[in-house]
DNA sequence: TCTGGGGTCCTAGGACCC
DNA sequence: TCTGGGGTCCTAGGACCC
């Protein structure tokens, strides 16, 4: 077989750059977003990873270096990101078909058949089309496996040497190692945390370093997906594209609160709050399930409160898409684990035994046939989705629910709402 | 005061079966 | 005295990804 070519678009600092079309001003400005209920930094411009404010930061920490240069901090605005990261998969999917959409920012290509010559030439293109149709800069990386591709795209945005555009094909063995003595053995794809600091304790620091390990080593230590990984950064294409509607094993729906909670209504109001989004994504995925599980916690940062982790799960009769059926079911779980006198700070909803809807579904016994759920369900999400989110909803949900997160500076839904229509004056 | 959310895969070990 | 062997399935926990 010969060898496929892969390429990577990476789309630079996603949430910043998706809130710069938007807001010229803040072009070669200091911008950060938040993750939800805006408490830790999610997205950096390249000018807040210079003032060295790590990925995860919480922002609490940071506040007077935020504020001393100036800042820009907006809360995260996923209805954006989500319409601007179709966008950019539309531009790239004109190139190739086989394509796999990896996350919301990154997108896999195998454009082996394509076949030209100039890959590099192939990835300026692309990376220009995308910046003038969407407006989003992206990194592109070029090889014959996805790690490699993963780490050419890592070169290729750190410095500006490559213009953000790198390819390995046709390198030689010796220009190859060259570059990925430059890759530091953390960012290589399937490297953490964890195994980065093992490594670094048997003096295997980069890229190079983990590429000429002993794999007898690797596998001891890594298991067979840090083989894998060590293969295809050897140029052995380990990890296919895939392309394929792949079926959800699990949805989670979770949030941690704008307070403490300490009583149970207010629990069960976010419990349904979140059984109701986990549904509505299962029926989007045309699927159906049948277990679900609930959890709360309280504040493990908070050393001096007395702390309480616990979940249950239940299994239901049958399998279901219908939040009415999960909803009593997540509830009666919330009040087993329930204990009276913990300050939480989090809750989640997990639904599993996931099964595509189509064909035959057994379902359970005791429903009745012809039952009026499927009609009321997608009338529901007919709704939803022509108004607001929560136009319709269960009463178990809560009305005030004061206990909802944060989300004090986000921006508007430029591109999904007719009423935050960008006005140019 | 203030610390995200949603996924995947792999392995070990226990339950269970014949 | 002496207590098998081999297989599957499920789950929890730990690693990873964005």
Not at 23 to 43: K, Y
Not at 382 to 400: L, Q
Request: aromatic residues 10%.
């Amino acid at each position: 077989m010969t060898d496929r070519v892969f390429l990577l678009a990476d789309c630079n600092n996603f949430y910043v750059s998706c809130e710069r079309v938007f807001n010229p001003d803040l072009e070669n400005r200091p911008v950060a977003v938040l993750s939800n209920n805006d408490g830790c930094i999610v997205a950096r411009s390249n000018e807040v990873k210079a003032l060295g404010i790590p990925m995860g930061a919480p922002v609490f920490k940071y506040k007077s270096l935020l504020e001393k240069h100036g800042v820009v901090i907006l809360s995260s605005n996923y209805e954006l990101y989500g319409d601007m990261s179709g966008r950019v998969m539309e531009v790239l999917s004109s190139f190739t078909d086989n394509i796999e959409y990896y996350s919301i920012d990154e997108a896999f290509l195998d454009i082996t058949d394509l076949n030209i010559s100039d890959y590099s030439t192939l990835a300026r293109e692309m990376r220009d089309r995308i910046r003038l149709w969407t407006g989003i800069p992206v990194s592109i990386g070029v090889a014959v496996t996805k790690t490699l591709a993963k780490a050419a795209n890592e070169l290729a945005k750190k410095t500006t040497e490559f213009g953000g555009v790198l390819s390995l094909i046709n390198l030689g063995d010796a220009a190859l190692d060259v570059l990925m003595d430059r890759v530091d053995v953390s960012d290589v794809w399937g490297i953490g945390r964890q195994y980065t600091k093992l490594l670094r304790n048997y003096g295997i620091n980069t890229a190079l370093d983990f590429k000429t390990a002993p794999s007898a080593f690797v596998k001891q230590h890594m298991t067979v997906a840090g083989q894998r990984t060590q293969m295809e950064l050897r140029g052995v294409s380990c990890i296919s594209l895939e392309t394929e509607f792949k079926m959800k094993k699990g949805i989670i729906s979770s949030r941690s609160f704008g307070r403490a909670i300490t009583e149970l209504s207010d629990l069960e109001e976010a419990v349904s709050s979140y059984v109701t989004t986990a549904c509505q994504k299962l029926r989007s995925e045309g699927a159906v399930a049948k277990k679900v599980c609930v959890y709360i916690r309280t504040n493990n940062f908070r050393r001096n409160d007395s702390q309480y982790n616990a979940f249950a799960s239940k299994e239901l009769l049958g399998y279901s898409s219908h939040t009415s059926d999960f909803i009593g079911p997540a509830l009666s779980v919330l009040r087993k684990v329930y204990r009276k006198g913990y300050r939480y700070y989090k809750a989640g909803v997990y639904i599993s035994k996931i099964r595509a809807c189509t064909g035959f579904v057994p379902l359970s016994l005791f429903e009745p046939s012809g039952s009026k759920k499927s009609v009321v369900s997608s009338i529901v999400d007919k709704i939803n989705d022509r108004y607001r989110a929560d136009t319709v909803f269960f009463a178990s949900c809560g009305i005030s629910r004061d206990w909802t997160g944060k989300s004090e500076r986000k921006s508007q839904k430029f591109t999904t709402s007719w009423d935050d229509l960008l006005s140019v004056y």
